[in-house]
C-alpha cells in the first residue's frame, strides 16, 4: 500500500483537489475552524513523516474528481457539514462513494469527530451513521465527545482523543483595572451557539451591573447579530449605562480577526448548555483562545471546561458569573497567572502535531488492537 494520506473536507463552493490552494499558500487562514484546528495540523504532520498528500472536497456534480483520487494507505475524514440541504445529498453521496472505493482497496478510513453529528434529525446525521460504519478508526477533540460517541460506534474501533491546538501565538498579559470601573465583556461563536448566549444575556439583573459602564462587544456573523439585537431590546438594558457593538466575522481574516478581538476584551462570556446533548462534548478550543489572549472567561460547567477550572469560572447562573468577575477582577488576573502558563502547555500546536505523528505511524503499522487515548500532554497507549 502506497504510504499516501488523502484527506476530505467538504468545501461549499470549491471542488476537486485542494491541497495546493489551502496547504502550501494560505493553509492556516482556511475559513473552517475545524479545518485550522484538525486537519491542517494533520497534514504538517503528514509531511513530516514522508506521505504523500492529497486534500479533496468532494461533490457529486463533479464525478470527475472520483476518478483522480488514486490509491491510500490512509484517508482522513475531515468535518462534514453544511446548511444547505441540497449540499447536503452533493456531500454525502460524493464523500461516501469515495469512501467506499477507498475501502474496497485496503484503505485505512479515519474519521475526526469533532461534533456530535448523530444524534441529529437530518441528512448529516444519515451521513455519520454511514461514516462511522466504513470507518476503522475515530479521532476526537475531547473525552466528552468519545464518551458520547460511544453508543453508537463498535467496540473494537480503535479511537484516539487529541486536544485541538491553541489559535493565539502570544500569551497575552492580563490587563489589570488598577481602580478603572470600566469593563469591555466579548462573546465570539457560531450562530448555532447564539442562543445559549441571549439566554445568558437576560440572566443579567442585577441593578449593580446596569448601573456600571459596561461595553458588550459580539463577533459573529450577521444572523447573529440579529438575534442578539433583540434581546438587548429589554427595557432593562435600555435603561443602563451599557453599549453594545456588533463585529462581523470575517472568514478570511481568521485567526488574525480573533486575536485582535480578543487582546480589546476584559471578560469572555462563552455560554453553552452542559444538558444538551449536541453541546456536551465541546472541544477546549474557545476558553483556550480566550485564556491565552489575558481575558477572565465566564462559562457553562462544560465537561472539557472543568478540566480549566482553576482559570475561569464556571456555572450557570451568568448574572452572578459577571458580577464576580467584575468584583475580583484583579485578584483573579493574579491567580489565574499562577497556574496559566502550565494548564494551556498541553494544547501547544507543536505538541499537538508531534501527536498527530504519532498516530499516523500507529494507523501505518497497522498495530491498532484495541481502544488507544492520545494525550497531548503525555502521551498513553491503553
Not at 475524514?77 to 474496497?104: C, F, P, Q
Not at 491553541?166 to 492580563?174: E, H
Request: net charge positive.
Amino acid at each position: 500500500m502506497d504510504k499516501k494520506i488523502i484527506c476530505l473536507s467538504f468545501i461549499e463552493n470549491k471542488s476537486g483537489e485542494k491541497l495546493s490552494e489551502l496547504i502550501n499558500k494560505k493553509s492556516s487562514n482556511a475559513s473552517l475552524a475545524s479545518f485550522r484546528l484538525q486537519m491542517y495540523p494533520a497534514l504538517i504532520a503528514a509531511k513530516t513523516l514522508n506521505f504523500d498528500r492529497s486534500l479533496w472536497s468532494m461533490h457529486s456534480a463533479h464525478p470527475d474528481d472520483f476518478l483522480h483520487l488514486g490509491n491510500a494507505s490512509i484517508c482522513l475524514v475531515g468535518k462534514m457539514s453544511t446548511t444547505d440541504e441540497l449540499l447536503s445529498h452533493s456531500m454525502a453521496m460524493a464523500n461516501l462513494a469515495a469512501i467506499s472505493r477507498l475501502k474496497r482497496k485496503g484503505t485505512h478510513i479515519s474519521l475526526l469527530y469533532c461534533d456530535h453529528q448523530i444524534i441529529k434529525q437530518n441528512n448529516i446525521a444519515e451521513l455519520y451513521s454511514d461514516l462511522i460504519y466504513y470507518a476503522d478508526s475515530i479521532i476526537f477533540p475531547s473525552v466528552a465527545m468519545q464518551k458520547l460517541a460511544s453508543a453508537y460506534i463498535r467496540k473494537n474501533l480503535c479511537q484516539y482523543v487529541i486536544r485541538d491546538p491553541w489559535q493565539i501565538k502570544n500569551l497575552k498579559d492580563y490587563r489589570k483595572k488598577m481602580g478603572d470601573k470600566a469593563y469591555t465583556i466579548g462573546w465570539f461563536g457560531a450562530p448555532n451557539n447564539t442562543a445559549y448566549l441571549c439566554n445568558a444575556l437576560k440572566q443579567i439583573k442585577d441593578p449593580a451591573l446596569l448601573r456600571m459602564k459596561l461595553t458588550f462587544r459580539f463577533l459573529g456573523r450577521p444572523i447573529s447579530h440579529e438575534l442578539i439585537k433583540v434581546t438587548i431590546q429589554d427595557k432593562a438594558f435600555a435603561k443602563s449605562k451599557w453599549k453594545f457593538e456588533m463585529i462581523t466575522w470575517d472568514n478570511n481574516s481568521q485567526p488574525q480577526q480573533l486575536e485582535n478581538f480578543l487582546s480589546k476584551i476584559d471578560i469572555a462570556v462563552i455560554p453553552s448548555d452542559p444538558e444538551d446533548p449536541a453541546k456536551i462534548g465541546v472541544s477546549h478550543n474557545r476558553l483556550i483562545d480566550s485564556i491565552r489572549s489575558g481575558c477572565i472567561p465566564i462559562a457553562s460547567p462544560m465537561p472539557s471546561y472543568k478540566e480549566l477550572s482553576k482559570i475561569c469560572l464556571l456555572g450557570k447562573d451568568f448574572n452572578q458569573l459577571l458580577k464576580a468577575a467584575i468584583l475580583n477582577y484583579d485578584r483573579l488576573c493574579d491567580k489565574y497567572s499562577i497556574y496559566r502558563e502550565k494548564l494551556v502547555s498541553p494544547f501547544d500546536p507543536a505538541t499537538n502535531i508531534k501527536n498527530w505523528e504519532l498516530i499516523l505511524r500507529d494507523i501505518q503499522k497497522n498495530t491498532m488492537v484495541k481502544s488507544k487515548n492520545i494525550d497531548t500532554c503525555n502521551p498513553i497507549f491503553l
